[in-house]
T-cell receptor
Framework: QKEVEQNSGPLSVPEGAIASLNCTYS??????FFWYRQYSGKSPELIMF????GDKEDGRFTAQLNKASQYVSLLIRDSQPSDSATYLC???????????FGQGTILTVHP | KAGVTQTPRYLIKTRGQQVTLSCSPI?????VSWYQQTPGQGLQFLFE???????NKGNFPGRFSGRQFSNSRSEMNVSTLELGDSALYLC???????????FGQGTRLTVV
């Protein structure tokens, strides 16, 4: 079992729709969870982080964490073509500052 | 506040050579970690430094090494380059161990 698994893509949604990205993890000791967006040829950009169970909202983005079920998700409301990118789920556990990444989900928002 | 700065942005090296990459973290951040990104393997952890000490190392051969200076700047070195070392090398800085990490622009290394 992979340490971090993301829902297989690519994911295609129409402009204005809600995009839902999911991620499960195997290490119950994981403490911090992150969503990064990466445009082609660019470096990952942090868009959300969540440390406690529940929802965290920031503008059009909502991160959801459920430690009991070992999943974290990202919702993007009112999706825009500029949201088209690869979304990476990552976590930090007990191994100091190491980030463990999922394989990424490619999101395409079409006009 | 300036972000994470990596230099150089692009490098072309020949097999067998060595290379040194540099990373300047966000001011005040003491944790620096390095990652290799390839299309086939995704983002893989190389090592992490905090206060000049390597605290964690990924599953890479000993040809990959790093260090951190007292001003938190970090360097990574790859010796005896192989074609498979061609990748995007990313540096990330964090204030503390489990807090959010911010990435630099990366160094694109091509080994020919």
């Amino acid at each position: 079992q992979k340490e971090v698994e993301q829902n297989s893509g690519p994911l295609s949604v129409p402009e204005g729709a809600i995009a839902s990205l999911n991620c499960t993890y195997s290490d119950r000791g994981s403490q911090s969870f992150f969503w990064y967006r990466q445009y082609s040829g660019k470096s990952p950009e942090l868009i959300m982080f969540i440390y406690s169970n529940g929802d965290k909202e920031d503008g059009r983005f909502t991160a959801q964490l459920n430690k009991a079920s070992q999943y974290v998700s990202l919702l993007i409301r009112d999706s825009q073509p500029s949201d088209s990118a690869t979304y990476l789920c990552a976590l930090k556990g007990t191994s100091y500052g190491k980030l463990t990444f999922g394989q990424g989900t490619i999101l395409t928002v079409h006009p | 506040k300036a972000g994470v700065t990596q230099t150089p942005r692009y490098l072309i090296k020949t097999r067998g050579q060595q290379v040194t990459l540099s990373c300047s973290p966000i001011s005040g951040h003491r944790s620096v970690s390095w990652y290799q990104q390839t299309p086939g393997q995704g983002l893989q952890f190389l090592f992490e430094y905090f206060s000049e000490t390597q605290r964690n190392k990924g599953n890479f051969p000993g040809r990959f090494s790093g260090r951190q200076f007292s001003n938190s700047r970090s360097e990574m070195n790859v010796s005896t380059l192989e074609l498979g070392d061609s990748a995007l090398y990313l540096c990330a800085s964090s204030a503390l161990m489990n807090t959010e990490a911010f990435f630099g622009q990366g160094t694109r290394l091509t080994v020919v």
